[in-house]
């Protein structure tokens, strides 16, 4: 092998593991998402509020804060819900503990399929209050 050849190698070789641990560094990072809640199942209430949310890309822990008003009553059960679209419902993929007070904050735990279906926005938070056991207010999490 000529000098010219290992040399050209040689930085063949440094290229491919610069982009390589670029790509590495990029899909590790935070993703941050948020949802505004609605009401949903007939809730004749004016649901209001927000939740925001950043995935740890090392952890697969998703930190979040939640805020919540004009509910019929008092939250007694929050979950985060999918995978699903704005207009389907769908089972619980994480409980989120109490005590059920706004703001409401904590963090969750998610596997790899789990954090698929949330970057492709198919996770939601349901609200659920006496008065509306099925939910109350709903927000999908999207992408910031």
Known sequence: MTFKRMIRSAFLASAVFVATASM???AEKD???????????????HPAGMIDATLDA???ELTYSIQWSGLSGAVNAAHFHGPANFDQDAGVVAPIDGPYTSPLKGKVKLD?????????GKIYVNLHTAEHPNGEARAQLVKN
Do not use: D
């Open 24 to 26: 590495a560094s990029a």
């Open 31 to 45: 993703e941050m998402f948020m949802g505004n809640f609605s009401g949903e199942h007939g809730a004749t209430s």
């Open 58 to 60: 090392k952890s697969h």
């Open 112 to 120: 790899a399929k789990q954090i698929e279906e949330l970057e492709a």
